[in-house]
């Protein structure tokens, strides 16, 4: 019977084999070190920083600027602000 190394898991940014020495997990998947960075600013992450979506790593920041909420009003400072009264809310009824 030949010899069959055992199957490592694949890392999915390079495609190479993942030995337990050099693996991070983050998203059922396990990663070398050096490939687990930002899929944006390629910053190295480490498990308190780290969010993926779908199957790509980000920062937390990176992540919330990608995907979070967009529009106007969020993040928009005092410039936003309404001097608004609600006046033209109020009924004919409300006296």
């Known amino acids: 019977m030949p010899f069959k ?8 940014k390079c495609g190479k084999s993942v030995y337990a ?12 070190k050096m490939c687990f960075k930002c899929g944006l600013c390629q910053k190295l992450l ?4 780290c969010t993926e979506h779908e199957g790509e ?3 937390k920041v990176c992540h919330a600027r990608k995907f979070g909420p967009k529009g106007y009003g969020f993040g928009g400072g ?4 309404s001097m608004d009264t609600g006046d033209h809310l109020k009924g004919e009824n409300a006296n």
Do not use: F, I, M
């Open 21 to 32: 020495a050099e693996e991070r997990v983050a998203g059922g998947l396990k990663w070398h």
């Open 5 to 12: 190394p055992a199957d490592n898991p694949k890392c999915p």
């Open 78 to 81: 005092a410039g936003c602000l």
């Open 57 to 59: 790593l980000y920062c």
């Open 46 to 49: 480490d498990s308190t920083n």
